[in-house]
Each structure stands twice: as C-alpha cells, then as structure tokens.
C-alpha cells in the first residue's frame, strides 16, 4: 500500500512539474536496472509513452496509477504525462512530439480534442509508432491500432432511466453536459437524451457545460435551479461536476432530498457523496480496466506484429445507487468502493 501511494505522490508532483514518470523512474523502484526489462527480439526494452488527459480530476491520477502499476509488473518502460488542464490541445500535442522524439514503441492516449490531436498522431504513425486510443476516440479510427474503453452511450442511458424511473416517470430534469469536442462528452449526453425518450412524462428543462470542472458546475447548477424552481432531476456528465452540482443545491434553497442528483465516474469524493446520502447514484467508468488493459494491448502489439483489433474493446459501465434496486443497480456503493477503493477512510486515494 505505502509504495503505491509512493507512485501516487510522485506521478503528480512530476507530472506537475511538466515532467513524467517512467516504470523505473520513481524511488521506489531506483535499484531496478535495464535488465528487468521485456526485451524484444533485437535486445531493447519496450518503451511506452502513456498520455492522458488532466491532472485535475482523480479519475485520470487513479488510471495512470493502474497503467504504470502494469507497466511495472510487465517489465515495460513506460513513461506517464498528462496536462494540467482537459482542454490544453497545446500542451497534449507537446507530448506526443516528445513522445516521437524519443522514439517509443508505442503511443497510449486519450485525446483532448478528439479531431483536434489527429495531425500529431498522423506524424506518430508515420514514424511507425503503434497507437493504442483509450477512453475518448479519436475521431478517425485510421489513426490507432486499438482502441479500448467504457460504454459511455449506455452508461448515460441508465443514468437516464434511473433519474426518470426514481421520478415515476413524471417531472422536469436537467443535464450538464462536459467538453462537446470529446467523444465522451457527446457520447454521455447522448445516453442520457435516448433515455429521456423513452419517458413523455420527462421534460428536459435544462442544459449546459460546464467542461468537467466542477467550479463551473456549481455555478452552471445554481443557475439551473434559479430558472427551473420545479426541477427535480440532474445528471452530471462527470463526478468532478457532480461535486460541484451537489454544492450548490446544498448552498441552494432546495432541499437536496427532493432533487435526484446523478454523476458519472466513480471517484472518491463522489462515492462519499453517495454515502453521506447527497448524491444518488454514479455510472462508474472503469479504470482499472483502462489502465491495465492499455498497456497490456500496446505491448502485445510491440510483441505481435501479427496482432489484429478490427473490433473496439468496450468495457461495461455500471450503475452505482446506495441501496439495491432491482432492475437498476449493477452495485451498491459499498460494493463499488470495496472494489476500487478499498482503503476508504485510510489513506487519501482509498486504494
């Protein structure tokens, strides 16, 4: 537990510093050698650049951790960056030129921008660098060789049906809705309007982004509650909004009771939420899974040539509520937590 915290702390302080992490880069790992490596068949380890998206959202801390924990146990070289902020194209098409500078075997990303990173990736696959594409697609799938990550459209569909049924089917709702130029944003705000389809009783009054961040969502939601006195419904389209929805119905005159609030992703803070009974529910996307399984495709990969993925690996996105209800949880929160964050209370990552 210690040394994982250890990579932990120093993936973000590195990372901070516009810096990375390699797989035997941190001081816990400061004895191992060149040795220890997979090496391929001319005698050179495999390298992987791992980029993802922010610094500021624990979702993408708590997958890096799984994909350099991977990494470790492979025996690949890897490194890890991310940006400071989600819409930093700049900065993210930064690392991908280091990343080919240094001529790594493979690329894992998930884009910014989902057309906004293809030139960059273009002159990566030019270099015959391999591209494995995780969580957000980018937008040609010419430019990967895999791409892996959660049922966003379904995801947000029962986040839908759980606001819509938990309302008898009958009342006004909203959604705050993240970054259009992902396809995970236009992927959850499409779930979520297929499941309002399906219920004429349901209105949607309200809709807006707030960009993942949850300093705009509060902001976004105390508007949404001064314009819609009779709502009774949101969905955050990530938990970092989430949070910020819950503050400020909590700073509001509504009682929180009387609005069902839903998020999406399954972070710490909100998986609290849940527990202290101000949050309602939270379609989980799966970290674990992106993170370990990434690194695992890049390296068969390298390794395989022959390797062929016509078809994307998507993962199940389940819905957490705080109590079973038949036909509509896939966990409660304390199975979700006992699953992804085990030491809740103990340490400040809860894994």
Same mark, same amino acid.
């Given at each position: 537990? *210690?040394?994982?915290?250890?990579?932990?702390?120093?993936?973000?302080?590195?990372t901070a510093m516009g810096l990375t992490l390699?797989?035997? @880069?941190?001081?816990?790992?400061?004895?191992?050698?060149?040795? &220890?490596?997979?090496?391929?068949?001319?005698?050179?380890?495999?390298?992987?650049?791992?980029?993802? *998206?922010?610094? %500021?959202?624990?979702?993408?801390?708590?997958?890096?951790?799984?994909?350099? /924990? &991977?990494?470790?146990?492979?025996?690949?070289?890897?490194?890890?960056?991310?940006?400071?902020?989600?819409?930093?194209? &700049? /900065?993210?098409v930064?690392?991908?030129?280091?990343?080919?500078?240094?001529?790594?075997?493979?690329i894992i990303i998930s884009p910014v921008s989902s057309e906004g990173i293809i030139p960059v990736?273009?002159?990566? /696959?030019?270099?015959?660098?391999?591209?494995? %594409?995780?969580?957000?697609?980018?937008?040609?799938? %010419?430019? !990967?060789?895999?791409?892996?990550?959660?049922?966003?459209?379904?995801?947000? !569909? *029962?986040?839908?049906?759980?606001?819509? &049924?938990m309302l008898g089917g009958q009342g006004e709702v @909203?959604?705050?809705?993240?970054?259009?130029?992902?396809?995970?944003?236009v992927d959850r705000h499409a779930g979520f309007m297929m499941a309002m389809e399906q219920y004429p009783g349901i209105t949607v009054v309200a809709e807006a982004t707030a960009e993942w961040r949850s300093d705009l969502a509060a902001d976004v939601t105390a508007g949404i509650l001064t314009a819609n006195p009779n709502i009774q419904g949101i969905f955050a389209s990530n938990?970092?909004?989430?949070? @910020?929805?819950? %503050?400020?119905?909590?700073?509001s005159d509504r009682d929180i009771d009387d609005i069902i609030l839903v998020g999406y992703d399954g972070i710490l803070d909100a998986v609290d939420l849940m527990a202290a009974g101000?949050?309602?529910?939270?379609?989980?996307?799966?970290n674990i899974e992106q993170g370990a399984n990434a690194v695992r495709i890049a390296t068969a990969l390298i390794l395989n040539p022959d390797y062929r993925f016509e078809r994307e690996l998507i993962f199940d996105t389940p819905l957490v509520t705080v109590g079973y209800i038949p036909g509509l949880t896939d966990l409660t929160i304390y199975e979700f937590a006992s699953i992804h964050f085990p030491f809740r209370g103990i340490t400040d990552t809860g894994y």
């Open positions: 537990m *210690k040394r994982f915290i250890a990579v932990l702390l120093t993936l973000s302080m590195l390699t797989a035997c @880069g941190s001081a816990e790992t400061a004895e191992a050698s060149a040795t &220890e490596f997979v090496l391929k068949p001319d005698g050179t380890p495999i390298r992987i650049s791992w980029i993802g *998206k922010t610094l %500021n959202n624990p979702w993408w801390i708590s997958t890096a951790d799984f994909a350099m /924990r &991977e990494a470790q146990a492979l025996g690949v070289d890897m490194s890890i960056a991310l940006p400071q902020e989600e819409v930093d194209l &700049e /900065r993210q930064a690392m991908v030129e280091a990343a080919i500078e240094q001529a790594v075997d493979a990736i273009q002159r990566a /696959r030019d270099a015959g660098i391999i591209i494995v %594409n995780f969580d957000t697609r980018i937008s040609d799938p %010419n430019m !990967y060789d895999a791409f892996l990550g959660g049922d966003d459209v379904f995801g947000a !569909y *029962k986040a839908g049906v759980f606001i819509a &049924e @909203g959604i705050i809705t993240g970054l259009m130029a992902q396809s995970t944003g938990d970092q909004m989430a949070v @910020g929805m819950v %503050n400020a119905v909590l700073a101000q949050l309602d529910a939270l379609t989980a996307l799966p």
